[in-house]
């Protein structure tokens, strides 16, 4: 199983879209994942058009049709992998063991807020934030993320963007 990660996309703003690079990589998953906000639910719906299922979480900054129809966290079975996903995963102190602690059945987290790309891996366990496809801050590039699911393993990847 091939997932699209994405995160932080802020839309709609200006001129700003999602990158053709990253729309194409999205419609050729078998899941979108999104870890807030997105801003509008035009963005959802946007998401919802590219063909494979999305799951999503709302953000800090996400209207309140967002957050209406988003949950704050959840957890997704990506054949027999449990993949947590939320927006804000706190300070970076400490942030696996309170990941691990806050969904102690999944095998990994994704999250969002700080559009910073990470990886982290302790024994049994990963969080991954995929950066930004279109709001990159102080990063050098717009990025966002893939994982690939095979015999009950996860591996992620960071894909730039620009």
Do not use: K
Request: glycine fraction near 8%.
């Amino acid at each position: 199983m091939r997932i699209a990660i994405v995160a932080d996309t802020h839309l709609p703003r200006g001129s700003r879209a999602i990158p053709g690079a990253c729309l194409a990589r999205m419609r050729a998953s078998d899941l979108i994942l999104h870890a807030g906000d997105l801003s509008a639910a035009s963005v959802l719906e946007e998401l919802r058009t590219l063909g494979p299922p999305v799951a999503a979480v709302h953000g800090n900054i996400d209207s309140v049709d967002v957050r209406r129809l988003l949950p704050e966290r959840q957890v997704v079975d990506a054949v027999g992998v449990r993949l947590g996903l939320i927006h804000d995963a706190g300070p970076a102190r400490g942030r696996i063991d309170r990941m691990r602690s806050a969904f102690p059945d999944c095998d990994a987290v994704v999250f969002g807020h700080s559009h910073i790309p990470l990886h982290e891996e302790a024994p049994g366990f990963q969080i991954f934030n995929p950066g930004s496809p279109t709001d990159r801050r102080r990063q050098p590039r717009h990025s966002m993320g893939i994982a690939l699911v095979e015999s009950g393993r996860v591996r992620f990847e960071h894909v730039r963007l620009d």
